[in-house]
């Protein structure tokens, strides 16, 4: 019996000690980004190619090497299906030795990809997804989420609402998963803080004509109506909004906006909206900064899923450096270590459940006589601390 | 407030009205598409993409020409109307004689070139495009606010389509293009220049939704993809009509808005759905669509 397990214990030691040699050092010598996003779809602007800029930017301020080996980006259309996006990521692992996967912009992709990244082993770098469940019901020891979620969109832009009076809500919702989780989680806000949701519409995912929604949610009677939709969706609910009357007799708010919805609306109908953002271009010199050079490489100020990009990219390639490998565990123990802290990040830690929390913006959109540029379209009202905005760590999503 | 079945008549009404203003748009839409596959036997998958063209026309003109939208409501359908007329006489023409199939492949292509390139200098998100000054505002109905717009919307698409209606069913010059797509040998024996009419026939057609675009673009978002994501509802509401029938095409496209804008009070989740489901029950029970004649 005890030299049984005298054997069984150097068998042990001989697999670390192997696994611990593979595990030094650079996999098959290149460190292979993949980002994975859509590029011509209703995506394609929050993060598409300016999400490959942004990681290109990251790579050569990084130096285009990390431990003496060269960085290599490959870059795919996810056409925002599931199927397309799993597939191209099991091709990346299995055939091209790619390391980390990064981009992902549609939940729904975000989720079949993560799947394939996690029984991979292999770490997903999320950008510009809303859903929370990749950090709470679909956590994995492999998820980095990033830039925001609907949390800290509920919490953000919700919250207030209701304090300040705004008791009755009613719900125009994107009808697939994002819509749902983020109805869901802001009608969770909304009844713990007091008030109440009078109704909810589902509206099928590019609906082109809201004006029916729209009068549903006149005859409702609610102080607010939530728009829980992205992109066109959003831009085109919130104009039928103004068109119909509704934005002068009901606070009307965007529960999800990108710096190009905001671009694409005419600041008549938008200007005073407030909605909740990661980031945004003018906030400080050093978004400044940062946000210059990107526009002068991709024509359009980032959005914040891509300066979440770089700053992801950047604590990852850190990582690396710091962990003497590009192995996926090892990679993943030291950006939990180490602080996020850049341009992006601000007061920023990233928790074991992936989380990336750190300080999140309550904004409000301009009117047209102050701004001062066409990029000038947010006032900042207020910082909103990490905890206050993101969901609490569940203990079964606690990755040591 | 007066209900029934526990509805609330009011709000019916105003969905109703709705579905009336989206039904005007449909209408536009799939005439186009019915002259062009009516007269001249092309599908023309391009039509989406012209209606998008027709969008950012409008858009570009008053932002690099400051045309306003009241004369962007003229000359973008001209504008259209002639990139068709180019685009049948060198790209269409050519495989005219071939099977349907392949000027659908033809214009399916030419849509998505259309729309990948407007996708990459434009980008996804759309652009802003105000409502003319002399249209903003809106007037309350007893049941509900009906913005100015849409009135015009309603207003301007029917008179163009009842004429383009009346044109082609009740004119000399109609039954000129009517007989010139049924029997072109003989019509050209009589000196009528049937190409010439065909050229023409498809570049009108385009240029409704040239026209449709402009009219879109204060209310919807003018993005690369709005073209596509119309286009397949208005092949329903085509086919839901009869193919090629001209009449057929208008009055469906009003009665598929109303089915929509009902659909979206009182089971939203179904209504991009309900068109689909009402073309499979038309085609089971009448194939060649409610106003088509039987082969």
């Known amino acids: ?400 | 407030m007066a209900t029934i079945f526990g509805i609330n008549l009011f709000a019916l009404s105003g969905q109703l009205l709705v579905g009336l203003i989206n039904g005007s748009f449909y209408a536009l839409l799939s005439l186009g598409l019915a002259i062009i596959f009516g007269l001249l036997k092309i599908i023309n998958f391009a039509q989406g993409a012209m209606y998008m063209l027709g969008a950012f026309f409008a858009w570009m003109a008053l932002n690099y020409m400051g045309i306003n939208y009241w004369w962007a409501l003229i000359l973008v359908p001209i504008a259209i109307g002639l990139l068709a007329i180019l685009m049948e006489r060198f790209l269409v023409r050519p495989i005219a004689n071939e099977d349907h199939l392949y000027s659908l492949l033809l214009t399916f292509g030419i849509a998505l070139v259309l729309q990948g390139a407007f996708t990459h200098i434009y980008g996804s998100s759309g652009l802003p495009y105000q409502i003319p000054d002399e249209l903003k505002g809106g007037t309350k109905l007893p049941f509900m606010y009906l913005p100015n717009y849409r009135a015009w919307i309603i207003v301007s698409s029917l008179v163009v389509c009842f004429s383009t209606w009346w044109v082609i069913e009740k004119t000399k010059l109609g039954a000129y293009l009517r007989a010139g797509t049924e029997n072109p040998q003989l019509m050209q024996g009589f000196g009528i220049n049937v190409p010439l009419i065909t050229t023409l026939t498809f570049g009108f057609g385009v240029a409704l939704a040239g026209f449709a675009g402009v009219l879109a673009a204060p209310v919807y978002s003018v993005s690369p993809d709005m073209g596509s994501n119309i286009l397949i509802v208005v092949f329903a509401i085509v086919v839901i009509g009869g193919m090629g029938s001209i009449g057929g095409a208008i009055l469906t496209g009003l009665m598929m808005g109303v089915v929509e804008g009902l659909t979206k009070f009182f089971y939203p989740e179904a209504s991009t759905t309900v068109i689909f489901l009402f073309m499979v029950i038309v085609l089971l029970v009448k194939p060649a669509g409610l106003f088509g004649k039987e082969a």
């Open chain 1, 1 to 400: 019996m005890k030299a049984m397990k005298k054997t069984l214990l150097a068998v042990a030691m001989t697999v670390a000690a192997t696994t611990g040699v593979q595990a030094a050092g650079i996999s098959n010598d290149v460190v292979k980004i993949g980002v994975l996003v859509d590029m011509g779809g209703v995506y394609a602007d929050i993060c598409g190619q300016g999400c490959v800029t942004a990681v290109e930017m990251a790579v050569e301020d990084f130096g285009g090497t990390v431990l003496g080996k060269p960085i290599e980006i490959v870059s795919a259309d996810d056409q925002n299906k599931p199927d397309v996006g799993s597939a191209k990521v099991r091709q990346w692992i299995e055939n091209d030795n790619v390391d980390v996967v990064t981009g992902l912009v549609a939940s729904s992709v975000t989720g079949a990809a993560t799947k394939v990244l996690t029984d991979a082993k292999k770490i997903a770098l999320i950008s510009t997804s809303a859903s929370n469940a990749f950090t709470t019901k679909a956590c994995s020891p492999y998820n980095v989420h990033w830039t925001y979620n609907v949390a800290a969109l509920a919490n953000g832009t919700v919250k207030p609402m209701v304090a300040a009076g705004k008791k009755k809500w009613f719900f125009i919702t994107a009808d697939y998963a994002f819509g749902h989780a983020l109805e869901g989680i802001a009608t969770k806000v909304i009844e713990s803080s007091g008030g109440e949701v009078v109704g909810a519409v589902r509206a099928p995912f590019g609906t082109t004509d809201f004006s029916s929604y729209v009068l549903q949610a006149q005859a409702s009677g609610a102080d607010v109506v939530g728009l829980a939709n992205a992109g066109g969706d959003f831009v085109n609910s919130l104009k039928t909004a103004a068109e119909f009357g509704l934005t002068e007799t009901t606070d009307v708010a965007g529960l999800l906006v990108f710096t190009n919805n905001a671009l694409a609306l005419d600041p008549a109908i938008a200007a005073g909206m407030k909605a909740t953002s990661g980031f945004y271009w003018d906030m400080d010199d050093q978004t400044r900064e940062w946000s210059a050079r990107f526009k002068a490489r991709h024509g359009v100020i980032p959005s914040m899923g891509q300066a979440g990009q770089y700053s992801m990219t950047m604590h990852y390639l850190n990582a690396i450096k710091a962990a003497g490998t590009d192995e996926s565990d090892a990679v993943m123990k030291k950006m939990k270590e180490t602080k996020p802290d850049d341009f992006f990040a601000r007061n920023a830690t990233l928790r074991n459940d992936g989380r990336m929390v750190h300080d999140m913006l309550l904004v409000s959109i301009k009117d047209a006589a102050s701004r001062k540029s066409p990029d000038d379209i947010y006032n900042i009202e207020e910082v909103i601390p990490g905890d206050v905005a993101f969901n609490p760590m569940l203990p079964e999503c606690d990755f040591k």
